[in-house]
Every structure is written in structure tokens, then in C-alpha cells.
């Protein structure tokens, strides 16, 4: 191929990969959805397709997601999801958000990640007594909440839509206490990343969490709910060796994994 250039012909053949991939995806979808789900996924496509061009650009698997957060209703769903676009190109115009936005809840080393429960779904511990209220407003944590949920996603292997999460209460005082935070990460989770959490479980939760968890815990929509359990002390290894083998279990809790913070996983 004398005299020709390669670019027309990587563009072409990098092309034909994302089709690929494309249509597989969607393969894997409908493969793994009911037949009452690939029609929703159908109508609801063609339905924010036409009030939000841009929604072309979104795989079926997040359609479902969002269908399935609304029980298949086609018109809370697209609601919702069309709602979620509007957010994100405003809140995350970029399309990611950078760390030197989120400096100052880097610093409190809060976050980490590591290993993969028994269903592929990455690991994330978060420590409650190493969250303040951010000194920059409610914005600035809630830049980092959209942050530790995209790098949790990018590290989900394929097929695997979910993670699980263990939120560690040990030390918690009311100096941590952040309750319009912890509403705002909640709101994040359930309006703009439906289906993503596969379980949290609570651990080390002292007594005086209780109230606050009290006043979170009405905001909290029954999905939602379903997937929290709070473990006691004593069955703390042995109950997260039910959802995570020892060699993906995070070395803090008996296993073998150690922890790396969000920001560098």
C-alpha cells in the first residue's frame, strides 16, 4: 500500500472496534434482560433520544439501570434519567472531575479501594471519622462523591455494573457529624448513579451514629435500604468473608488486601 496513509485506515478499523464493542454490549444486555425490560429499554431510548440528542451516546446498560431504579416505568424513568443529563453538564462539564477540584477531601484521606467481592464487585471503605465539613461549601464534597463514584465505575470488570461498600464508623464524633453531606452523597447515589451500590455494610457504627442515622435514614428510598446491613463487632470477619474472599479482604479487617486511597487506584 505504497503512498497511502495509515490514518484513514486505523480511523476506519478503531471505528469498526467501537461498533464492535457497541453491539456486544448491547448483546450482553439483552441477553441478560427480561423480555418486559428489552421492550421498556426500547421506548425509553426512543423517547430521551428525542428530547436530548445526546442521550445517544449512552449504552443500554445505564437505560436499565435507570428503568429498573423506577420499576420499569418508562415515564419516571426517562424523567429521571433526562434530569441526570441536565445535572451532569452542568455540575461535571469536563466529563470527569479533576483532583485538584477536590484537594482539600483528598487530604482527609477518607476513601480507599482494593480487591473484588465474590460477585467482581470492586471494594470501597470509606472511614466516617476522617470526613469534615468541606471549609468550600456543599459543592466541594459533592464533586468528590461524583469523583469516588466514577473510579469505582471505571474499575468495575465487564458485565458488573455494581460495587460494595463498607462504611467504617469506628472513632465517628459529632465533629464528623455532616449531615447535609451525607444527604447530598445519598442524593448522588440515587439520582444520578441508580443501581450502583450492591451492598453496604456498616461496621464499628457507635451509639451516637444511631441519631443521625435516624434523621438520613427516611431519605433513604426502599431499593436502597434493601442493600444496608449493620454488622456487629464480633461477626465483623466473618460476616464480610460471606461477600468477599480473604485474599480480596481488605488486611484491616483479617484479610490479605491492602488498602490504596481512591485518588490513586
Not at 454490549?25 to 423480555?35: A, G, I, L, M, P
Not at 464508623?169 to 447535609?180: E, F, P, T, V
Not at 450492591?198 to 435500604?225: C, L, R, S
Not at 468473608?241 to 481512591?262: A, N
Request: charged residues 30%; contains cysteine.
Amino acid at each position: 500500500m505504497e503512498g497511502v496513509s495509515p490514518e484513514p485506515l486505523r480511523s476506519e478499523l478503531d471505528s469498526k472496534s467501537k461498533q464492535d464493542t457497541a453491539k456486544e454490549e448491547d448483546d450482553n444486555t439483552f441477553k441478560e434482560s427480561t423480555d418486559a425490560e428489552v421492550t421498556k429499554i426500547r421506548l425509553m431510548r426512543a423517547f430521551v433520544e428525542s428530547r436530548d440528542p445526546s442521550s445517544k451516546e449512552v449504552d443500554d446498560l445505564m437505560i436499565r439501570r435507570f428503568l429498573r431504579a423506577r420499576s420499569l416505568d418508562v415515564e419516571k424513568a426517562s424523567a429521571m434519567f433526562l434530569k441526570y443529563l441536565k445535572w451532569k453538564r452542568s455540575f461535571v462539564p469536563n466529563g470527569y472531575i479533576s483532583p485538584s477540584e477536590i484537594a482539600e477531601d483528598i487530604a482527609q484521606d477518607k476513601v480507599f479501594t482494593q480487591g473484588l467481592d465474590k460477585k467482581g464487585r470492586p471494594i470501597v471503605v470509606a472511614f466516617a471519622a476522617k470526613h469534615f465539613q468541606s471549609k468550600n461549601g456543599a459543592d466541594g464534597f459533592k464533586r468528590y462523591v461524583v469523583f469516588v463514584l466514577e473510579k469505582l465505575c471505571s474499575r468495575m470488570p465487564p458485565g458488573q455494573e455494581k460495587f460494595l461498600a463498607i462504611a467504617d464508623i469506628k472513632g465517628w464524633a459529632y465533629a464528623n457529624s455532616d449531615l447535609r453531606g451525607y444527604l447530598n452523597a445519598l442524593s448522588i447515589l440515587q439520582d444520578c448513579y441508580p443501581e450502583r451500590l450492591g451492598k453496604m455494610v456498616i461496621v464499628h457504627a457507635p451509639y451516637m451514629f444511631m441519631k443521625i442515622w435516624k434523621m438520613i435514614y427516611p431519605f433513604i428510598d426502599d431499593n436502597t435500604k434493601k442493600k444496608i446491613v449493620f454488622v456487629e463487632n464480633k461477626k465483623l470477619k466473618s460476616t464480610l468473608l460471606e461477600e468477599i474472599e480473604e485474599s480480596q479482604l481488605p488486611d484491616i479487617y483479617g484479610g490479605q488486601m491492602p488498602l490504596v486511597p481512591i485518588q490513586n487506584s
